[in-house]
């Protein structure tokens, strides 16, 4: 897929929920995986969601690029619902709600 110059590396699907939202949502728990290298985010965050009941809210923090496509998958593989998505400084806000 070749690049278009608006194209800032966000995959479509979390394009789709981009929201300040994601900054602001009350949530149930949070997961601060800044500065940690892929998988890690990624691990932290089905850490976090292990703890949660259906339905809950789980937004984690993230700084590793490499992550967003890994998140996408995930959510699409598990059935997780990426409710909102933002970024902010060199930071990536997921809210994840628990299926």
């Known amino acids: 897929m070749k690049k278009q110059p ?3 590396g966000i995959p479509p699907t979390l ?8 900054l602001m949502c009350t949530v149930d728990a949070e997961v601060d995986a800044r500065q940690l290298a892929c ?3 990624l691990l932290k965050a089905k850490q976090g969601l292990r703890h949660l009941n259906h339905g809950e809210l789980l937004r984690v923090l993230v700084t ?3 992550s967003l496509k890994d998140f996408v ?3 699409h593989l598990t059935g ?3 409710e909102s998505f933002y970024v902010q400084d060199g930071c990536y806000w997921f809210v994840i709600r628990k299926q």
Do not use: K, R
């Open 80 to 82: 997780q619902v990426i």
């Open 39 to 41: 998988p890690l985010p």
């Open 15 to 22: 394009a789709a929920v981009g929201s300040l939202n994601a």
């Open 64 to 66: 590793d690029a490499a």
């Open 6 to 8: 608006h194209d800032n």
């Open 73 to 75: 998958s995930f959510a």
